[in-house]
């Protein structure tokens, strides 16, 4: 019996629409997650955006990679992965307004377990298959391991 493939253009296509939509939703609750932490502790705020910056970085990739090697457009690579960039402003700013009144200690750890368990989820489910199909096991699982070292020593450092 013979299994069906997609082809790779598809295949990437589906992956990197699937990634920004994922990631979308990571960054949703992760806006009112930083805004929140920043109007309880501006400190604190400050080193939670900068740590979401800087994993901004590799989400993006994530996401314009597939699109563009799928669709060879760098026009719409760019707007799926600013568009899936933008649930973050937009979940603050919603977030402001609805969780302001309700805002604690627990929605405070809510916020950031959502945030922690899509990502893994993206990470996992999608990002590795995807990393040891179109590359090398050892490659992909070496970035996964040094990912998991860097943000152990950020909070270690933090």
Avoid: W
């Avoid at 493939?5 to 589906?14: A, E, F, I």
């Avoid at 990631?23 to 502790?41: R, V």
């Avoid at 950031?112 to 992909?140: R, S, T």
């Amino acid at each position: 019996m013979q299994t069906f493939r997609l082809p790779t253009d598809v295949r990437l296509l589906r992956m990197g629409i699937f990634s920004a939509l994922t990631i979308a939703m990571h960054n949703f609750p992760e806006g009112p997650a930083t805004f929140m932490a920043a109007l309880d502790n501006m400190s604190l705020g400050i080193s939670i955006a900068a740590a979401i910056a800087i994993h901004n970085i590799p989400e993006g990739i994530a996401v314009a990679v597939p699109i563009y090697y799928a669709t060879g457009s760098r026009k719409r690579a760019f707007a799926l992965s600013f568009a899936s960039g933008l649930a973050e402003p937009a979940g603050a700013l919603i977030g402001f307004f609805f969780l302001l009144l309700f805002f604690d200690d627990l929605v405070f750890g809510v916020l950031f377990a959502a945030v922690g368990g899509i990502m893994v989820y993206i990470a996992l489910d999608e990002l590795l298959p995807c990393a040891e199909h179109y590359g090398e096991h050892h490659l992909a699982m070496g970035g996964l391991v040094g990912g998991m070292a860097v943000m152990a020593l950020s909070l270690l450092l933090l």
